[in-house]
């Protein structure tokens, strides 16, 4: 069975850090990824990562704050998230996918085909 299991999510000030893990089991994937989806919004793509070569994408919104990585020994993703801001407050997801396909369709729910069940993130002021 797949199965993708987030952790990490919580209360913090703006200005501080969280470290989100996705541990996975089942099977490999070729790209995992974040997306987070605030009240009243649509999912909206933060990170994503090659698994095997380690290719990192993020949206305009996170670059330079957030940092996605991979440990293959525990077959996990984590999304470190530095200088948080309120903005950054939503529930965020893991998603994987088990081919690479081109990198312009990492940024879109669709092309994922495994999804965790979320971890809540709340910055406040």
């Known amino acids: 069975q797949v199965q993708l299991v987030e952790s990490g999510g919580g209360l913090v000030q703006a200005g501080g850090s969280l470290r989100l893990s996705c541990a996975a089991s089942?099977?490999?994937?070729?790209?995992m990824g974040w997306f987070r989806q605030a009240p009243g919004k649509e999912r909206e793509f933060v990170a994503a990562?090659?698994?095997?070569?380690?290719?990192?994408y993020y949206a305009d919104s996170v670059k330079g704050r957030f940092t996605i990585s991979r440990d293959n020994a525990n077959n996990t993703v984590y999304l470190q998230m530095d200088s948080l801001k309120p903005e950054d407050t939503a529930v965020y997801y893991c998603?994987?996918?088990?081919?690479?396909?081109?990198?312009?369709?990492?940024?879109?729910?669709?092309?994922?085909?495994?999804w965790g069940q979320g971890t809540q993130v709340t910055v406040s002021s």
């Open positions: 990562i090659r698994w095997s070569l380690g290719n990192t």
């Open positions: 998603a994987a996918r088990p081919s690479v396909l081109s990198p312009s369709s990492y940024y879109t729910p669709r092309a994922y085909d495994y």
């Open positions: 089942g099977r490999t994937f070729g790209v």
